[in-house]
């Protein structure tokens, strides 16, 4: 379940929004059984003041999904963690923290700094379910 969540190479990233109002992002990200590592990075958005980023500096509790979906639906399969996150915008924490993205998606990464801000995720607790074990 950890290793299929850790390889993923998308999750969708859940924040808890004004009035307990769910928020939901797909964010690339590198992440260990214990933390996960997302960045913002230089994908055009609408404004640099995120949604996620003050939903979690508001209420740090986040979920995060990958899944698999197949028209055969003996390969399905979904992993959830769920954890406590934190934002980081100091430029010297920061990149030891982006390494593993870097590393991960060179291809996109490799010719950009991330510059941040990330936001880091100490995963507490995972769940998952497969239609088959060979799923």
Not at 13 to 34: I, Q
Request: aromatic residues 8%; contains cysteine.
């Amino acid at each position: 379940m950890q290793r299929r969540f850790i390889q993923a190479r998308v999750a969708r990233l859940a924040t808890v929004g004004d009035h307990g109002a769910p928020h939901v992002v797909p964010v690339c990200f590198a992440a260990t059984r214990d933390q996960l590592v997302t960045a913002i990075d230089h994908k055009p958005k609408t404004t640099t003041q995120l949604k996620r980023l003050d939903n979690i500096r508001a209420n740090p509790a986040v979920s995060l999904l990958v899944d698999r979906y197949e028209e055969d639906w003996s390969l399905l399969w979904w992993v959830r963690a769920d954890g406590h996150a934190r934002v980081v915008d100091d430029p010297v924490e920061l990149q030891p923290l982006l390494a593993p993205l870097l590393e991960k998606y060179r291809g996109h990464y490799g010719l950009r700094s991330l510059e941040g801000p990330a936001v880091v995720v100490d995963l507490h607790h995972w769940a998952g379910w497969t239609a088959s074990p060979s799923a």
